[in-house]
Nanobody, 114 residues
């Protein structure tokens, strides 16, 4: 069983920045692929970024160059630094742990106003 708790969402103006955090329970965190997904109203949930145990990252084309995913294995935490935010980044952001059947956090709202 893995529990994921996100924090750091909020409202920001276009061009601003936010940093999301996801604290994970469990002793296998350092070996797990971790990811961030988002879901905007009326749209399907989509991948934002993932990071594997070696720190290799993958990003959606829409966020490349603006978002950075990172992890601190000592703190069992994964981060998403979001810069140059756009109104189209508005969504609920979910943390994901790719272990076993997969686990999701409860989500954190990010709202970018124009």
């Amino acid at each position: 069983q893995v529990q994921l708790v996100e924090s750091g969402g909020g409202e920001v103006q276009a061009g601003g920045s936010l940093r999301l955090s996801c604290a994970a329970s469990g002793s296998t965190f350092s070996r797990n692929v971790m990811g961030w997904y988002r879901q905007a109203p009326g749209k399907q949930r989509e991948l934002v970024a993932i990071i594997n145990s070696r720190g290799t990252t993958t990003y959606a084309d829409s966020v490349k160059g603006r978002f950075t995913i990172s992890r601190d294995n000592a703190k069992n935490t994964v981060y998403l630094q979001m810069n140059s935010l756009k109104p189209e980044d508005t969504a609920v952001y979910y943390c994901y742990s790719q272990v076993g059947r997969g686990y999701w956090g409860q989500g954190t709202q990010v709202t970018v106003s124009s």
